[in-house]
């Protein structure tokens, strides 16, 4: 029902900054969080950051607090990652993700619409 489409990665040197962007064609309300995961190979998916659409709430996971920020824009459909002080190992791909009623955050199986991903990568 709901699906989503990721853009804004690219190639950045360690320190630089990257926004992310992701879709949606399908409308989300306030029983749905929205979330941004990343996978690179070798490593499970990664929950990184959430937003419950009903309260605003976000979370964060460790790795990210205090660089990443999430965000949305209702009008335009979309939901954001900033992401400032970018690190070699923040290189993956970035998916986004929607789900209703998610009771648990960073837990892949909380969500049930995936956007295609779109691939960050970051030297040193």
């Known amino acids: 029902q709901v699906q989503l489409v990721e853009s804004g990665g690219g190639s950045v040197q360690a320190g630089g900054s990257l926004k992310l962007s992701c879709v949606r064609s399908g409308y989300v309300d306030r029983s749905y969080s929205m979330a941004w995961f990343r996978h690179s190979p070798g490593k499970e998916r990664e929950g990184i950051a959430a937003t419950y659409i009903g309260d605003g709430t976000t979370y964060y996971a460790d790795s990210v607090k205090g660089r990443f920020t999430i965000s949305q824009d209702n009008a335009k459909l979309t939901l954001y990652l900033q992401m400032t002080n970018l690190k070699p190992e923040d290189t993956a791909m970035y998916f986004c993700?929607?789900?209703?009623?998610?009771?648990?955050?960073?837990?892949?199986?909380?969500?049930?619409?995936w956007g295609q991903g779109t691939q960050v990568t970051v030297s040193s």
């Open positions: 993700a929607a789900g209703r009623w998610v009771g648990s955050w960073a837990d892949t199986y909380e969500y049930t619409s």
